[in-house]
């Protein structure tokens, strides 16, 4: 998973530089390039000569000392890098990096990256736990950052605690399995995928609405994923308590007429269509601006139709993959299947809502993929992250410009 891999280990200052070193020399023997920053207290502890034998390449520690006159060494650095790896990060440099300060050859390189970043931390159990350390560390993982936590044991300060730097086996298994994953993460790259996601809200008067039970989890769990597969991921949501997930771009919508126009407006630049949000089909005729106040006699609230969006994107289709869900509770091939076809869609995801383990609410689904080829493909009992996933794993090859029956 290492061979070839260029990796850029940027080592602040502390007693666990030497693990550092250890790192380098592991990393080179699994085939990675490996290329060193050290801050200036690192080199109390170690020389970058260390460094250079182990690596057999140049070290950088000084923003200003360009070694090759042809390029700016920290943005070349920050471009030529696969990875980055902090190890150790010390308190200091942790702080510098979630604030964005700039004044060392690191922090300088790291706000020129766009490869992804792990911060390995080494430092004193107190200081570890720090509350303005713990926030640091939330900030750069806001950013996207990784983290590789320390582990609980005998501190080079005499205390024991949780702040020892990772075993360099025990980075590296990370950064494995990292560059693992990424394998399959090349698969959507490039790829524009909007996901519609959770309920729609349908006002009535300043208090009151019309919603459904859409937790809003399963369209998260495709964004989340789709993400990960290297995909442009844009999340069309209606109201959810959810996180955003990971490099996906979230637009919150309240009605299905706002969702309506948020997709509309990003279709005809889009692959991918996948629409898991529960649309309200009807919405109060008559939005009161005032409190309705209650009356001695029966509300009687006229609805009236809402737009079908997924039907909207069949009829405005062109070489756009449609993807439509179907929560039914009786005949769900039949009404799935003719939903497909109405609406003029490549794939129906159909469950049965009454079935246990299936539906809005919770983390599992049971659902059956309906082709348009006719073929179909039923689930078992899933995590509602490992659904997202079979589902990509049938989009994807349409993506290629396969027949259904290559795949
Ligand atoms: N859908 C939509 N816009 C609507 C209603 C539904 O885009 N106004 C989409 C949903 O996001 C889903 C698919 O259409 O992907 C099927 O939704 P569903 O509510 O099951 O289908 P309806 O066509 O509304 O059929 P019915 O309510 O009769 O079951």
Redesign the pocket.
């Known amino acids: 998973m290492l061979k070839d891999k260029k990796i850029l280990l940027c080592v602040s200052g502390g007693v666990a530089v030497f693990k550092a070193a250890a790192l380098t020399s592991q990393l080179s023997q699994k085939g990675a390039t490996v290329k060193v920053i050290m801050t200036e207290s690192a080199k109390k502890f170690v020389t970058p000569l260390t460094f250079q034998a182990l690596s057999r390449q140049n070290v950088y520690d000084d923003t200003f000392d360009e070694i090759n006159p042809s390029k700016i060494a920290h943005i070349d650095l920050a471009e030529w890098a696969d990875l980055v790896l902090v190890a150790p990060a010390t308190a200091n440099m942790i702080g510098k990096l979630a604030n964005g300060i700039a004044d060392d050859m690191i922090s300088t390189t790291l706000l020129a990256t766009t490869a992804p970043v792990w911060i390995a931390p080494a430092m004193n159990g107190n200081m570890y736990n720090h509350p303005a350390v713990q926030k640091n560390m939330k900030t750069l993982t806001s950013f996207g950052y990784r983290f590789i936590e320390p582990n609980e044991g005998y501190l080079a300060c005499g205390y024991v605690g949780k702040g020892r730097l990772s075993e360099p086996l025990e980075i590296i298994s990370y950064l494995e399995q990292f560059f693992a994953e990424g394998q399959i993460e090349q698969k959507l790259k490039n790829k524009k995928i909007i996901v ?1 996601a959770g309920p729609t809200q349908e006002t009535i008067d300043p208090v009151r609405y019309f919603t459904n039970r859409s937790s809003g989890k399963m369209g998260y769990a495709i964004a989340e994923e789709a993400a990960k597969w290297g995909a442009d991921v844009t999340l069309i949501s209606g109201p959810t308590n959810l996180p955003t997930p990971q490099h996906v771009h979230r637009v919150d919508t309240k009605t ?1 007429q706002d969702m309506y126009d948020e997709v509309l407006k990003r279709y005809s630049d889009c692959d991918v269509v996948i ?7 009807y919405r109060p005729k008559n939005i009161f601006t005032e409190k309705m106040k209650k009356q001695p006699n029966d509300w009687v609230v006229e609805m009236e139709r ?6 909207t994107l069949g009829e405005k289709k062109e070489d756009q993959i449609l993807v ?5 509770t009786e005949r769900v091939e039949e ?1 799935a299947r003719g ?1 497909m076809e109405r ?1 003029n869609l490549d794939m129906i995801v159909a469950n049965n809502v009454a079935e246990a383990g299936s539906g809005f609410q919770g983390d599992t689904n049971i659902v059956t993929i309906y082709k348009k080829d006719g073929s179909s493909l039923p689930l078992p009992l899933l995590s509602k992250n490992e659904v997202a996933k079979r589902l990509l794993m049938e989009i994807e090859p349409l993506l290629e410009g396969k027949s259904y029956n290559d795949c």
Do not use: C, Q
Not at 324 to 328: D, L
């Open positions: 519609t299905a629409k898991a949000a529960a649309v309200a089909d809402t737009k079908d969006i997924l039907a439509g869900f179907a929560a039914e009404y939903k609406k």
